[in-house]
């Protein structure tokens, strides 16, 4: 698919506009982690990921986990966008009668790979599909997009032990830094730096861009790693792309209100 | 059984290239004629139980059947929410081999007993519980796992354990397996205590008289209540032997089934006391110490039958 920057500039403001929508009708939580993902997933889905919207289990497609679960808003608008279902059903998001829960249901809708919601399970999950598609003689890949307070868990690290090890190079990690976590900045909850020193003393190949350039995302992603499986450090802001949003730790639980979305919407025209 | 797994497994695979084994580096002396024979089917994680469950599901939701073989208080509590995500919840095709149900591996200490890995797997929604008591159905019940959609846990002894069951019988998963009638009670067993319940109907016979019924419940869950009716029906009394804790096990299916019949019946759980064993010593001893021996179990049923 040809998409110039400008296309998908349009793409990204056109699925920050659903997910404000949909945190605006549902009072969600997680808004600024999901808008923190949204160009990251714009590029996947619009440029690097080979799937197919109509046929969405055929079986030589590319895999995408996201295992930050609670950004799910991005992940549902991103799939509509794409036009594995109907935008309609961004209605439907964590309401009662609703089609779309909170946290990532694969059952939900078509598109969805893994169901997720409880931190550290994507990565083995999708080491666990790197295998069988190395198994078959597939040539797809794997991207699991991980949130940084996610590193803390146990379970991520005994992934990022294994995958080097096993010299996986079809999965590639995406790690959405946006420098917040549940109870603040996750410098202070829990420092992981030097987080680019952990991960090649693991094995990885540790590329750092800016998590909203499309540029720099693409060259990321669409470049096969040959010596190295590969983990991309995308630098992002969390609440990207509505002001009032931007790096404000409060949007992690705020959802917006009548003038806020207004305000948003506009800003995302 | 840990034998009768692996031949099976080895058969499974021969058979179905879907099949893949996963261990957290445990299986040493068991698994490795698996590894020589399909090195690419063959996955050790290190000593990493959550990402080996997962890896599984990851195989699993790529259209493989991973089976994840290890120690069950490991691969069922170490690893828990792990299973509950990626294999209940997703409905994933993994199947959870644990070996050492109850006090098998005893003078290793609680660590290494499972006691309550029954009653967290049942509590699992999608999840099938099997826990064969006897080589025989281990073959059989591994062999029929293959074809079950959805996660299934196999809780295995240790080795050795003797073939008790009619091995003229049908083997089903879902089906009580009768190992004997009997007019005057029923005894239920699971898993590791299928033998023992076979000697406890020998004593009861020719030490007090009492003819009793034995069924080894191989399947937990989804649990064979049509069995069970047929027994309570008869209105004598009905007893659980298990090597689990004495809750959410066995006995606590069966109870649930029974409370809910409508029938009056005399019931009683054999089961280990609600506490961890600080005991030293075989299976054998820490079953006498908690009166889960032949001739303890004998006494109390006689005295509960003759009550009645």
Redesign the interface.
């Known amino acids: 698919m040809k998409k110039s920057d400008t296309d998908l500039e349009c793409i990204a403001k056109s699925i920050r506009r659903s997910v404000v929508r949909m945190a605006h009708a549902s009072k969600a939580s997680h808004t600024g982690s999901a808008l923190s993902i949204v160009d990251l997933l714009t590029v996947l889905y619009f440029k690097v990921l080979n799937v197919q919207p109509g046929n969405p289990g055929y079986a030589v497609r590319d895999r995408f986990v996201l295992s930050k679960g609670h950004a799910s808003a991005a992940l549902y608008a991103t799939l509509a966008e794409r036009g594995f279902f109907e935008k309609a059903l961004l209605d439907t998001y964590y309401i009662d009668g609703g089609v779309l829960p909170g946290h990532v249901d694969?059952t939900a809708v078509p598109g969805i790979?893994?169901?997720?919601?409880?931190l550290?399970?994507g990565l083995?999950?999708?080491?666990?599909?790197?295998?069988?598609?190395q198994?078959?003689r597939i040539s797809s890949r794997v991207f699991v997009l991980m949130g940084d307070g996610e590193l803390n868990e146990?379970?991520v690290w005994?992934?990022l032990?294994?995958i080097p090890?096993k010299h996986l190079l079809n999965i590639t990690i995406i790690v959405d830094c946006n420098n917040y976590q549940g109870y603040g900045p996750s410098a202070e909850v829990m420092n992981m730096a030097p987080l680019d020193g952990k991960l090649e003393s693991f094995g990885w190949e540790v590329v750092c861009i800016n998590g909203h350039s499309f540029g720099e995302i693409e060259k990321a992603l669409q470049m096969k790693p040959c010596a190295k499986p590969r983990i991309v450090l995308a630098c992002t802001v969390k609440g990207k792309g509505v002001s009032y949003m931007e790096g404000e730790f409060v949007w992690h639980y705020k959802s917006p209100d009548d003038q806020q979305l207004a305000q948003a919407l506009k800003e995302l025209e | 059984m840990r034998t009768t797994f692996i031949n099976t497994l080895m058969r499974l695979a021969e058979e179905d290239t879907r099949v893949f084994l996963v261990i957290a580096d445990l299986g040493f002396s068991v698994v490795e004629e698996f590894e020589r024979t399909f090195p690419?089917?063959f996955?050790n994680?290190?000593i990493?139980e959550?990402?080996a469950?997962?890896?599984?599901?990851?195989?699993?939701?790529?259209?493989?059947l991973?089976y994840v073989y290890g120690i069950a208080p490991f691969i069922t509590m170490r690893a828990f929410?792990?299973v509950r995500?990626?294999c209940a919840?997703?409905k994933t095709n993994v199947r959870l081999v644990g070996v050492g149900g109850g006090l098998s591996y005893g003078p290793a200490g609680a660590t290494h007993h499972a006691v309550e890995d029954i009653a967290i797997m049942r509590a699992l929604p999608n999840m099938t519980v099997l826990a064969p008591g006897d080589p025989w159905e281990a073959e059989h019940l591994i062999a029929q796992s293959k074809e079950i959609q959805g996660p299934v846990y196999i809780r295995l002894g240790k080795n050795k354990e003797p073939v008790v069951s009619d091995t003229t019988a049908n083997c089903r998963i879902g089906r009580a397996n009768i190992y004997c009638d009997g007019t005057d009670l029923s005894i239920l067993t699971a898993g590791n205590t299928f033998e023992l319940g076979t000697q406890v109907v020998r004593t009861l016979s020719n030490g007090y008289g009492i003819k009793a019924s034995l069924a080894n419940i191989h399947t937990v869950k989804p649990f064979d209540a049509e069995y069970l009716y047929h027994r309570i029906k008869t209105g004598r009394p009905v007893v659980t032997i298990e090597e689990h804790n004495i809750i959410g096990g066995l006995g606590s299916a069966a109870a649930e089934v029974i409370a809910e019949s409508g029938i009056r019946v005399t019931f009683k759980r054999f089961a280990l006391p609600d506490e961890y064993s600080h005991y030293v010593g075989s299976q054998e001893y820490i079953r006498s110490r908690w009166r889960l021996d032949c001739a303890s179990l004998a006494e109390e049923i006689a005295s509960l039958v003759q009550r009645k």
């Open positions: 694969f790979e893994v169901s997720s919601g409880s550290g399970h083995s999950l999708g080491a666990g599909m790197a295998l069988a598609m198994y078959d146990g379970s005994e992934s032990m294994f090890h | 690419d089917r996955i994680t290190g990493a959550a990402n469950v997962s890896i599984a599901a990851g195989l699993a939701l790529s259209g493989k991973p929410e792990q995500v990626d919840y997703m």
